[in-house]
């Protein structure tokens, strides 16, 4: 028996010509949108990425794209790949262990519940995220599941920085072109957000 997520052969290639760096935040985030965007036009999952860096320099650790639908496995959100490659790499479980280094995620979307589970198991230091829960389903139709209702002073009780809307704007419009294109809405048993009424 084996667990194993594969990353397309199209984000390894893109990820060897990413700088060692990027230094801003926003360049982050513009390259987590692009890789979001270019995992649904090559139909290889949702339009879902998110990046592992060190926070202080910029230095990329992993990218992760959502692998849903092609690996057949519901965890295969873009932040829990990020989050396992960047743990492999590194050879640790706890990417909070080393007190000199600040580990960052960077996702063009809020993290769902089960991600959200997932950062302080995780030893990351810093969240960074752009469109919001609510904005993602909205325009999607995903089901981004019962988030704590102060899920980000619940992250930052544990001393995880949470900065939020960063790029919103482009994330939502990769999540406009992700609704145009008649791609599956992958949500259990091909359900819609609960109602809210």
Known sequence: MQYQIELPSWVVKDCEKLPTCLPQLEDRME???????SNFEYETGGPFA?????KTTGRVVSIGVNRVVPCLNSSAHAEIVAISLAQQKLQTFDLGADPSIEYQL???GRPCAMCFGAIPWS????????ASGEQIEQITGFDEGPIHPQWQSELQKRG???????LAEQACDVFRQFAASGQPVYNSRAGGPPSSS
């Open 31 to 37: 390259t987590i949108i692009r890789f979001a965007r």
């Open 50 to 54: 998110a990046g592992v860096f060190d």
């Open 106 to 108: 960077v996702v063009n």
């Open 123 to 130: 030893g990351i230091r810093s969240v960074v995220y752009a």
């Open 160 to 166: 995880i920085e949470v900065v939020d809307g960063v």
